[in-house]
């Protein structure tokens, strides 16, 4: 069914005669407020740099919970005809239609970091993104190892039922769940806002003297939770375990208050969506998934080429 419905788009935008093989590439991402998606603006500025046929526009909204402001950028990026269109969808269900309309209107778009509903299955092209299911099961094996299979470990999440958050979260705590007896305490959800995780971190630590380890789910929520670790002076005290790279999250391991984080690969993301978008546009074939990977960086890989090239 998958090849059926691409074949159909590259039949409707063979048909199309407005169809652009040059002209603007729109990146829309969850929100540009944030060093994870700066990152994938400069992959996707560096898959530009290396051709002179298209260039691309960047944007998001203010936070990753206006989902209905990323929706109108989508709609806005059709009804201005672009080339092609690589978003981060904040929401799978309600970023479904536009993305459908892209289909229709003979745009090419490729998904990355978080996937859109199954129902949205043959309107994009590719989906590009870290396997976070893949790399919820790896931060759960390094809470084992490093806390043990007994006690309290507390989830740091971000925004409910957010693709790249089902599946890092969800395996993660079934990880935790099939091979241990820690209790998971959570998940608690923060928006995406660093002082709410800060303020949920604090209260959590305060109810749960007895945590063996805690874990923040991406980058403003484990920036939050690693500040709210520090302020109460619980250091050393518990394993924390991140996700994403950003200068706070690199400090926090370096400084043992952090004993790893889980670093995708933001800048590939958008280099490599970009250019999927080019190939498309120029009548190449591209793999319905491409996994960006992810690396975990601790205090004896960090300053390896492999961690450099995913922090940010």
């Avoid at 009804?79 to 090419?108: T, W």
């Avoid at 303020?199 to 945590?211: E, F, K």
Wanted: aromatic content about 6%.
């Amino acid at each position: 069914m998958r090849s059926l419905k691409i074949g159909m788009l590259a039949s409707a935008m063979a048909l199309s005669a407005g169809l652009a093989q040059a002209g603007e590439i729109a990146v829309i991402v969850k929100t540009t407020s944030s060093n994870f998606w700066q990152n994938v603006n400069k992959g996707a500025e560096a898959a530009i740099s290396g051709q002179s046929e298209h260039t691309f526009s960047f944007d998001g909204p203010a936070t990753e919970s206006a989902v209905a402001d990323q929706v109108n950028l989508v709609e806005n990026a059709i009804n201005r005809g672009v080339a092609g269109i690589v978003l981060a969808p904040s929401d799978p269900e309600a970023l479904a239609p536009a993305v459908k309309r892209a289909f229709e209107s003979a745009i090419p778009v490729v998904i990355i970091d978080s996937a859109l509903t199954e129902s949205a299955e043959g309107t994009y092209q590719s989906f590009l993104s870290t396997d976070n299911c893949a790399a919820g099961e790896e931060v759960a094996k390094r809470m084992i190892a490093e806390a043990g299979t007994e006690g309290k470990v507390a989830v740091m999440s971000y925004v409910a039922g957010v693709g790249s958050e089902i599946g890092r979260v969800g395996c993660f705590s079934d990880y935790l769940e099939a091979n241990s007896d820690l209790e998971i305490v959570g998940p608690y959800y923060s928006q995406s806002q660093m002082a709410t995780a800060l303020n949920q971190t604090t209260d959590i630590l305060a109810s749960n003297p007895d945590l063996v380890g805690i874990f923040g789910a991406n980058e403003p929520t484990a920036v939050g939770m690693g500040r709210a670790i520090m302020q109460a002076g619980k250091a050393g005290e518990l394993v924390v375990l991140g996700f994403d790279g950003n200068e706070d999250l690199q400090q926090f391991v370096r400084d043992g208050l952090m004993e790893a984080t889980a670093v995708q690969g933001s800048f590939a993301m958008g280099e490599m969506g970009v250019n999927a978008v080019i190939d498309i546009l120029s009548g190449e074939t591209v793999e319905p998934f491409i996994d960006t990977g992810v690396v975990l960086v601790d205090q004896e890989n960090i300053d390896t080429d492999e961690a450099k090239s995913v922090l940010y």
